[in-house]
């Protein structure tokens, strides 16, 4: 069936899937025609990362990222997307207050058309989370691996492998949903763990790097398409090695998340 044909995506669309067992499938995009791709294969959540600070703008990390970059790029993307829900990341340092989190969330949806903010952290942002979905705000909640706390983590690394971690992890997930957090996403954490969290949400849980276990998988666009700058990470897959064109590359990645081919052992943490 072709996705145009389909109601757009909702909220609702994604937890009726999840009640399901369907997986659903998300990617990062940052222009309209990608976004126009992205959509049209069936994808239900595009995602205007941060990480366009890297992929787009060349930098080594995804602090530097304003919120007018971030604006800039949602409205590129929402122009192109018809069906999708748009999320958007809310950069490094402009949601440190709930006042500053509520004013520069309504950007995102007024000025940006997002539909869903992401924001990272753990129980620390259940305020926030909670002064942004009682006004009608929706969030994600990003734990895991946080890339804003990359100099606080010491680098890029799987995060709740210690006892102790995955617990405060588990404790942050039921902190998030508790404070009115609508979607999890949940980055390098080990599968079991991942899938265990995934298990005990009502909310959906996106996995990137985080097992086949999650309710939905995201990756980076320029990973998945092979155009990585630097190493590809292990949890990515360059779907166009077997695939001719970026189109018939996004459908694959899509079908593959959708019937559980994606991620495969070699893709996951333990
Ligand atoms: O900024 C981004 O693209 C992200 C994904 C890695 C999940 O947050």
Do not use: W
Not at 95 to 105: D, G, I, K, S, V
Not at 243 to 261: E, F, L, R
């Amino acid at each position: 069936m072709n996705a145009q044909s389909l109601p757009p995506v909702t909220l609702n669309t994604l937890r009726d899937m999840k009640r399901a067992g369907e997986k659903f499938a998300c990617l990062t995009a940052y222009d309209a025609s990608f976004a126009r791709l992205i959509d049209d294969a069936g994808v239900e959540v595009i995602l205007v990362g941060d990480s366009l600070g890297m992929v787009v703008q060349g930098r080594e990390t995804t602090l530097p990222v304003t919120v007018e970059d971030i604006l800039y790029h949602s409205r590129c993307v929402a122009r192109g997307s018809r069906r999708a829900l748009l999320m958007v990341d809310m950069p490094f340092m402009s949601y440190a207050t709930p006042e500053q989190a509520l004013r520069n969330a309504a950007r995102l949806m007024q000025e940006g058309g997002a539909h869903i903010v992401k924001l990272e952290g753990g129980a620390v942002q259940a305020d926030i989370v909670r002064q942004l979905t009682e006004r009608g705000i929706p969030v994600c909640a990003h734990l895991g691996l946080q890339p804003q706390s990359v100099h606080k983590l010491g680098g890029y690394r799987v995060q709740g492998r210690e006892a102790s971690a995955a617990q405060v992890m588990r404790d942050d997930a039921r902190a998030l949903q508790a404070a009115g957090a609508d979607m999890l996403l949940l980055e390098c954490v080990p599968a079991v763990l991942a899938a265990e969290i995934t298990l005990a949400s009502e909310i959906p849980v996106i996995g990137i790097g985080a097992g086949p276990g999650c309710d939905a998988q995201v990756l980076v666009l320029y990973d998945m398409l092979g155009i990585t700058l630097g190493k590809r990470p292990k949890f990515s897959r360059n779907f166009m090695q077997d695939n001719p064109t970026p189109q018939a590359a996004i459908a694959a990645y899509a079908h593959a998340v959708k019937n559980g081919a994606f991620p495969a052992p070699e893709h996951t943490f333990s």
